[in-house]
């Protein structure tokens, strides 16, 4: 069975209409989108990214 790790995303829209998104818990995880939904996208990609570099390679 696949790990699936859960994480807080903070999403928020700056003044000038952008939103940023953020995993408090994952140093480097923030985005900038133009859409809620794409910032939703593209925060949680990264952070899956994130997690799945800081695993140990398994070599068959």
């Given amino acids: 069975m696949a790990n699936q790790s ?3 995303v903070e999403l928020e829209q700056e003044e ?3 939103w ?3 995993v408090p818990s ?3 995880v923030l985005v900038y ?3 809620r ?3 939703q996208a593209a925060v949680q990609a ?3 990214r994130v997690l799945a570099d800081s695993q140990p390679a398994v070599l068959s």
């Fill in 33 to 35: 989108g133009a859409t």
């Fill in 26 to 28: 994952l140093p480097g």
């Fill in 16 to 18: 000038d209409g952008r």
């Fill in 37 to 39: 939904s794409e910032t």
């Fill in 46 to 48: 990264l952070a899956l």
């Fill in 6 to 8: 859960q994480f807080k």
């Fill in 20 to 22: 940023i998104g953020e």
